[in-house]
């Protein structure tokens, strides 16, 4: 057992025994296999009675059908049982073959009552993850009940005399960026923020050098104390509707606070932002809202959130932006459709898999109805050329392919998408099938989602019996191979800035994702989500059920290297893609990723089965 004992001394919190103790853990050891597939213990089973090592392998931690965690060479697991004595939360199962360390609950005990820094490792563990669920559970209010102004840490705000003329002010605030001062008064303090420059002195044609900071400082001003908590802030905000408050300490004037700091404060919670962006007034609150959630998005990723939840989660974001934006762009043109309209999203979005790397993928459709002095074909020209401007404005990047409402080729009445549509299947060309490809995954976002509930409809009606444009259709995923040369190693770039890496959405995300849309369209699957189709598919018996489990795994597997890949790409102030490096990946996970290809492989080999395309790649 030399090995064990070197093994364990290289991980924590075993080598923070003594070598005496660590001897004896490796002689009372047993050493247990597991088969790809096979449970280790089960969520609800009977509480544990010994501690898991991972010596090799990797162990999936699952609650119901989700993959709440992976557990890698020299991870613990169990502890949470036997510390509490309570059935297991999760059910441990082995990803492939695996070889686990055990430790009794006795001797792990021993070691925990004998050994403090032992002891304190697994507390550790173990109050994060109580922390983690209470967190979890609590709502946004009991939250903010608990936390103080001062935890927020207000931002300083300088104090100008009111006799300091406007442009006094403004070089003040210029120069060390701030949004508002305080201006002393008679009778206390007031302030000017950058609105009240623009409403009072600009708007009315003052002369900055002039005016005075008394002349335009609104008072009296609110204030709230550093030890106050941040639901009475709020509440404060919401009666007088205001952005701002000056933090007090003993009656002096230490900060300000403004309802930005506390999103940002919340930014981790989704619902608060679900929230704030349906009160957002403007592309301005939009943008500072949409970078907030690439923040807090990146954040999730990097804390290991499953892929699955992190797509329906920016998904869910975006469509909020995206409804917000439709309200802006009518109120900026001053105009009403007076006909139906639905605005869809394609594509990833429309499947609500986002990943890191977003564009604009949408298209519009709409009632052609005869009324009087009104055009809607006109308007909704004008409305998507504003819209897409509205996006912009947010930080929505456009689309390289042009695959935008304010193309005319994504923009029509509900009869013309349906001759669109027709000439594509009817018609298997290459630019066809690919424009079917983005359109297929089709999802009203915003409107009437009756008119796209008929044009999927009209699209089921006219696949069935079209074997040639499926044929074609599943070609599209084939083109693409997964990564691996004959003897299983990696394919990537050899120049260029991407040399080393290689396309985790070419060679493996893609091909899952475009198949299991085949299949969907092919056995009336009506779900969008790729996870929700296998899934669904798997129960219809159109793929076989242990082969079912591989695919759904491998793309979770895929989409995490993914997110996590373009989340570091982010916080290295780099532009995030479709790219990884596999030299950056543990020995483990590079296996995991051979295994993840070679079910891509195998799964194209199923869709050229069904499909009987071998003749036309």
């Known amino acids: 057992m030399l090995d064990a004992e070197r093994f364990l001394r290289e991980h924590e919190p075993f080598s923070s025994l003594p070598v005496e103790v660590l001897r004896n853990v490796v002689y009372n050891l047993q050493v ?18 010994s501690l898991y090592v991972v010596r090799k392998g990797v162990i999936l931690l699952k609650k119901e059908s989700e993959v709440v965690d992976y557990l890698q060479e020299g991870e613990s697991v169990g502890f949470v049982s036997l510390l509490t004595g309570e059935p297991p939360s999760s059910t441990a199962v082995a990803y ?16 925990c009552k004998e050994n403090e820094n032992f002891n304190q490792y697994f507390l550790r563990k173990l109050a994060g993850r109580f922390e983690r669920r209470r967190e979890e559970g609590d709502t946004i209010l009991e939250r903010l009940a608990r936390v103080q102004v001062k935890d927020l840490n207000p931002k300083k705000i300088p104090i100008v005399d009111g006799s300091v003329s406007v442009d006094g002010v403004i ?10 001062v305080l201006v002393r008064l008679p009778d206390g303090y007031g302030i000017i923020t950058e609105r009240d420059i623009i409403k009072r002195v600009l708007g009315e044609g003052k002369d900055q050098r002039e005016t005075k900071a008394s002349e335009i400082a609104s008072f009296p001003i609110h204030g709230v104390e550093e030890g106050d908590y941040l639901i009475d802030v709020l509440t404060l905000m919401s009666k007088h509707a205001i952005r701002r408050v000056v933090v007090f300490s003993h009656q002096e004037p230490t900060g300000i606070l403004e309802d930005r700091d506390i999103i940002l404060y919340e930014n981790r919670n ?13 592309e301005e609150d939009l943008a500072f809202l949409y970078k907030q ?31 917000r934006a439709v309200f802006l762009t009518i109120k900026n043109l001053g105009e009403e459709p007076l006909v139906p309209f639905s605005l869809l999203v394609l594509g990833s979005e429309g499947r609500q898999e986002q990943s890191l790397k977003t564009d604009q993928d949408n298209a519009l459709i709409f009632k052609d109805l005869p009324i009087i002095d009104f055009d809607p074909r006109e308007y909704f020209k004008k409305f998507s050329q504003e819209y897409i401007k509205v996006l912009l404005k947010i930080g929505f990047p456009p689309c390289p392919g042009n695959v935008m409402v304010s193309n005319q080729d994504w923009r029509d009445s509900d009869k013309e998408w349906e001759s669109r549509v027709s000439s594509w299947i009817d018609t298997p ?33 006219k696949l069935r019996g079209k074997s ?4 074609y259709f599943v070609g599209e995923g084939l083109k693409f191979r997964p990564p691996l040369t004959f003897l299983k190693g990696f394919v990537v770039e050899r120049t260029g800035e991407h040399r080393g890496e290689l396309d985790v959405k070419k060679g493996g995300i ?51 290297l993914r997110l996590r890949a373009q989340a570091e790409k982010i916080i290295e102030a780099k532009e995030p893609d479709n790219y990884l490096d596999p030299g950056r990946l543990s020995k483990q996970e590079r296996g995991m990723l051979k295994e993840a290809f070679g079910v891509v492989g195998s799964f194209q080999d199923l869709l050229r089965d069904i499909f009987n395309t071998r003749l036309l790649e």
């Open 32 to 49: 247990q296999y597991y088969g790809k597939g096979e449970v280790v213990f089960q969520e609800g089973g009977a509480p544990l009675r």
């Open 293 to 323: 959630t690439t923040k807090a998005v990146v954040e999730l990723v990097l804390e290991g959130a499953d892929p699955e939840r992190v797509g329906k989660y920016v998904s869910e974001l975006n469509d909020r932006f995206m409804k």
């Open 429 to 461: 060309k290459p630019e066809n099938v690919l424009s079917s490809a983005i359109f297929f995954d089709f999802r009203s976002v915003f409107g009437d989602k009756t008119i796209a509930d008929s044009l999927q409809e009209f699209v089921e009606k």
């Open 270 to 282: 989704f619902v608060f932002l679900f929230k704030e962006i349906e009160k957002a007034k403007d």
């Open 468 to 471: 040639l444009f499926m044929s």
């Open 171 to 180: 070089s003040l605030m210029a120069k060390e960026d701030h949004r508002a």
């Open 96 to 111: 492939d073959d695996s070889v686990l360390f055990s430790l009794s609950d006795k001797l792990f005990k021993k070691l």
């Open 510 to 560: 893609f091909p899952i994702t475009h198949g299991v849309r085949c299949l969907s369209l092919a056995y009336g699957v009506r779900e969008r989500n790729t996870y929700d189709r296998i899934r669904i598919l798997t129960e219809k018996g159109i793929i076989e059920r242990n082969f079912g489990k591989d695919l759904l795994e491998a793309y979770r597997f895929l989409n995490m």
